[in-house]
């Protein structure tokens, strides 16, 4: 038996996400780079075991922010090839949350 001693891990920190138009721009700066990054990674078998979110995700936490949020880990997952069975559920402090 061969014991693997290494993992990949993807980590997500303060996206702030909102849902104006002005900031949809600025978001997909970011955003498209890492979806695009994601998919280079799979090609090369590089696939991470865990996925860490941290910090904001959201701007406000206001709810219809999480609607782009939600996208965005559509997006994700999609770029990782899973489906949203394989996904989660996300909490946050104010109680809200995501389920992909």
Known sequence: MT?????????????HIKDSEEDK???RVVIDPL???VKEDREQ???????V???DVVFQGIEFEYKPAEEFFSDLLGAMELTDQQGGIFTT????????
């Open 45 to 51: 078998e590089l696939r991470p075991e865990i996925v």
């Open 35 to 37: 979806i695009e990054r």
């Open 25 to 27: 721009f600025d978001l």
């Open 53 to 55: 979110v941290t910090g």
């Open 93 to 100: 402090r104010t109680g809200k949350f995501i389920s992909l």
């Open 3 to 15: 014991i693997k001693n290494t993992f990949q891990l993807l980590h997500i920190s303060d996206l």
